[in-house]
């Protein structure tokens, strides 16, 4: 996890986006830890002058308890980013990407897969406020990808708890990027 939660800062960090300032009623200037938000957990740890927190959701196989998908959100303030990886697992088509659906209506779609490690395969992107949106309402959703033998792979997605978490992560991000060192 700490792998994740450093490559998701991470590439909001390496694409440059900065970060602006904004009001907060308890300043933390090194939130760390972790908070459960119904099916979403919200991971605080330092790591290198990146925004440290981000939202994690896991799914787990209900037969062997192995981990089949991770996705995860970090947000930049500076033009409402958000950096989006999904983990899934090895043996999927690169190329078709990876698609996320909310309640059957709402796709964000442009979540590419970067890299193939021992771990699963990265898909990763950047999302605007916008694209984000959708899914402050959906109750439940599903993360889909094209296995290797060609047929479409779907993972269920829960949005129970989606929006707290993401007003909490934000909100620690805005604040740590008004005391950040520079």
Same mark, same amino acid.
């Given at each position: 996890?700490?792998?994740?939660?450093?490559?998701?800062?991470?590439?909001?960090?390496?694409?440059?986006?900065?970060?602006?300032?904004?009001?907060?009623?308890?300043?933390?200037?090194?939130?760390?830890?972790?908070?459960?938000?119904?099916?979403?957990?919200?991971?605080?740890?330092?790591?290198?002058?990146?925004?440290?927190?981000?939202?994690?959701? /896991?799914?787990?196989?209900?037969?062997?308890?192995?981990?089949?998908?991770?996705?995860?959100?970090?947000?930049?303030?500076?033009?409402?980013?958000?950096?989006?990886?999904?983990?899934?697992?090895?043996?999927?088509?690169? !190329?078709?990407?990876?698609?996320?659906?909310?309640?059957?209506?709402?796709?964000?779609?442009?979540?590419?897969?970067?890299?193939?490690?021992?771990?699963?395969?990265?898909?990763?992107?950047?999302?605007?406020?916008?694209?984000?949106?959708?899914?402050?309402?959906?109750? !439940?959703?599903?993360?889909?990808?094209?296995? !290797?033998?060609?047929?479409? /792979?779907?993972?269920?997605?829960?949005?129970?708890?989606?929006?707290?978490?993401?007003?909490?992560?934000?909100? !620690?991000?805005r604040i740590w990027a008004q005391v950040k060192p520079r």
């Open positions: 996890m700490i792998k994740t939660i450093i490559s998701v800062s991470a590439l909001i960090g390496l694409l440059g986006l900065a970060t602006s300032s904004a009001n907060a009623e308890q300043p933390m200037s090194s939130p760390e830890g972790t908070s459960v938000y119904g099916d979403w957990l919200v991971s605080c740890q330092q790591a290198n002058g990146v925004p440290p927190c981000e939202m994690i959701q /896991v799914a787990k196989d209900t037969q062997t308890n192995a981990q089949i998908m991770q996705m995860s959100l970090a947000y930049s303030s500076k033009d409402e980013l958000y950096g989006i990886q999904i983990v899934i697992p090895l043996g999927v088509k690169i !190329r078709e990407g990876v698609l996320v659906r909310a309640d059957d209506k709402s796709d964000i779609s442009g979540i590419y897969i970067t890299r193939c490690e021992m771990q699963g395969c990265f898909a990763e992107g950047v999302l605007s406020g916008e694209s984000v949106k959708p899914l402050l309402d959906a109750s !439940r959703g599903l993360v889909a990808f094209i296995g !290797r033998d060609g047929k479409p /792979v779907t993972v269920q997605l829960s949005f129970k708890g989606f929006t707290e978490a993401l007003k909490v992560m934000s909100e !620690r991000n």
